[in-house]
């Protein structure tokens, strides 16, 4: 009976903390390392409670607009990691495309922001999620810091970019 | 002098207040119900064509598509069998490329031709020449679907959005959105999910 008490309880601390989620799959290639998510897996990191801002991009290497704005979204994660801005690049890449496109593309052009990759197919069921007014064309862009949250479905210049995040900063 | 400067002063302020647009903007183009306008576009074959030339139609199945697009390349077999499927009960499938060539040159109107030949493209593929008609439908990406209903006051949007809830693996589909629309069309019942939203390629206007 302890026991089990025991192993119950246990179970309940292990439950009740605020886990990351688990990625469907760890696309792994030298030293570039990229977890794909469903978006319940990808939510996580749209909801977080800290004092950093989020800059979450959705992208895709096959995406003309989205690969010509990269750069400025590194640029802002060098210059503003002591302000505590964070950039996370989410790829919806095709799955079966992942270790052909994404992973050589990650490589090549040396990102050093998060690269994470969503893997959910019924988007209808999650592109509201990410904000209302989404059409669910990319790119796409969510800027956030707690509470105070903004949606942008729009390519960005370097200035752009920084005066937006400095609304939420 | 002074009313010159109240006039000024009123057309500035005027111009400010509208220049801060509300965050919850209403979009742009057709809302399912609103008539859809016809149009007069290039097909491959170098032939104008109207929706107004299918006079035996009960509608269309406008689907805004090209050829560069991973999302509408993953669709292009689909869109062939809804034509398949529908032309004969009276809904042809109407693609339309709304890019503009000279900003993605993958979309030309040549490369258009190689596309419908190597898919086997039942439907015309018209290009939207000028860009003006996707801006009135309301297209933001491609594939982009408008299903409309040919009626005494007009085509009227009866469905818009995406093909099905799976784009990477046809046999994991559990809701075809377009089809249940058509069907529903078909025995003049009310389309039950009338407006979805699919990940797709934005358009190069």
Same mark, same amino acid.
């Given at each position: 009976? !302890?026991?089990?008490?025991?192993?119950?309880?246990?179970?309940?601390?292990?439950?009740? !903390?605020?886990?990351?989620?688990?990625?469907?799959?760890?696309?792994?290639?030298?030293?570039?390392?990229?977890?794909?998510?469903?978006?319940?897996?990808?939510?996580?990191?749209? !909801?977080?409670?800290?004092?950093?801002?989020?800059?979450?991009?959705?992208?895709?290497?096959?995406?003309?607009?989205?690969?010509?704005?990269?750069?400025?979204?590194?640029?802002?994660?060098?210059?503003?990691?002591?302000?505590?801005?964070?950039?996370?690049?989410?790829?919806?890449?095709?799955?079966?495309?992942?270790?052909?496109?994404?992973?050589?593309?990650?490589?090549?052009?040396?990102?050093?922001?998060?690269?994470?990759?969503?893997?959910?197919?019924?988007?209808?069921?999650?592109?509201?999620?990410?904000?209302?007014?989404?059409?669910?064309?990319?790119?796409?862009?969510?800027?956030?810091?707690?509470?105070?949250?903004?949606?942008?479905?729009?390519?960005?210049?370097?200035?752009?970019?920084?005066?937006?995040?400095?609304?939420?900063? | 002098?002074?009313?010159?400067?109240?006039?000024?002063?009123?057309?500035?302020?005027?111009?400010?207040?509208?220049?801060? &647009?509300?965050?919850?903007?209403?979009?742009?183009?057709?809302?399912?119900?609103?008539?859809?306008?016809?149009?007069?576009?290039?097909?491959?074959?170098?032939?104008?064509?109207?929706?107004?030339?299918?006079?035996?139609?009960?509608?269309?199945?406008?689907?805004?598509?090209?050829?560069?697009?991973?999302?509408?390349?993953?669709?292009?077999?689909?869109?062939?069998?809804?034509?398949?499927?529908?032309?004969?009960?009276?809904?042809?499938?109407?693609?339309?490329?709304?890019?503009?060539?000279?900003?993605?040159?993958?979309?030309?109107?040549?490369?258009?031709?190689?596309?419908?030949?190597?898919?086997?493209?039942?439907?015309?593929?018209?290009?939207?020449?000028?860009?003006?008609?996707?801006?009135?439908?309301?297209? &933001?990406?491609?594939?982009?679907?408008?299903?409309?209903?040919?009626?005494?006051?007009?085509?009227?949007?009866?469905?818009?959005?995406?093909?099905?809830?799976?784009?990477?693996?046809?046999?994991?589909?559990? &809701?075809?959105?377009?089809?249940?629309?058509?069907?529903?069309?078909?025995?003049?019942?009310?389309?039950?999910?009338?407006?979805?939203?699919?990940?797709?390629?934005?358009?190069?206007?």
């Amino acid at each position: 009976m !302890k026991r089990i008490i025991t192993l119950l309880s246990m179970l309940l601390i292990i439950s009740c !903390k605020e886990e990351e989620p688990k990625p469907l799959q760890i696309y792994k290639a030298e030293e570039v390392s990229i977890k794909s998510y469903d978006f319940s897996g990808l939510d996580y990191l749209l !909801k977080k409670e800290n004092d950093t801002t989020y800059v979450v991009n959705f992208w895709a290497t096959w995406c003309v607009p989205c690969v010509e704005e990269l750069p400025n979204f590194e640029k802002l994660n060098a210059a503003y990691k002591d302000k505590k801005v964070k950039v996370v690049l989410v790829s919806i890449d095709f799955p079966k495309m992942v270790e052909s496109k994404l992973l050589p593309f990650v490589k090549k052009h040396n990102l050093k922001s998060e690269v994470v990759h969503l893997n959910d197919p019924d988007a209808n069921s999650w592109i509201n999620k990410v904000d209302s007014s989404w059409s669910g064309a990319i790119p796409a862009t969510v800027i956030y810091r707690k509470d105070k949250r903004n949606f942008y479905e729009k390519s960005f210049t370097f200035e752009e970019l920084e005066k937006e995040v400095n609304k939420i900063l | 002098m002074k009313t010159t400067i109240k006039i000024f002063a009123f057309i500035l302020l005027a111009g400010l207040a509208s220049a801060f &647009t509300y965050k919850t903007t209403v979009a742009a183009g057709y809302k399912v119900g609103d008539i859809a306008t016809d149009f007069s576009l290039k097909n491959i074959d170098n032939k104008k064509v109207s929706l107004k030339d299918f006079k035996n139609a009960k509608g269309y199945i406008v689907i805004f598509t090209c050829n560069h697009c991973p999302y509408a390349q993953a669709y292009e077999d689909r869109i062939v069998a809804l034509d398949k499927k529908y032309k004969k009960m009276g809904y042809p499938v109407i693609a339309i490329n709304p890019n503009n060539p000279e900003k993605q040159k993958d979309d030309s109107f040549e490369l258009m031709k190689v596309k419908a030949k190597e898919k086997g493209f039942t439907f015309p593929y018209l290009l939207d020449e000028g860009q003006k008609i996707y801006p009135q439908y309301g297209a &933001t990406k491609t594939p982009h679907v408008y299903i409309l209903q040919k009626t005494s006051n007009g085509n009227v949007v009866k469905y818009i959005g995406a093909i099905d809830d799976n784009y990477s693996d046809e046999k994991a589909i559990k &809701t075809k959105y377009a089809e249940n629309a058509l069907d529903a069309l078909l025995k003049n019942k009310e389309v039950s999910v009338k407006e979805t939203k699919a990940i797709g390629c934005s358009i190069k206007a």
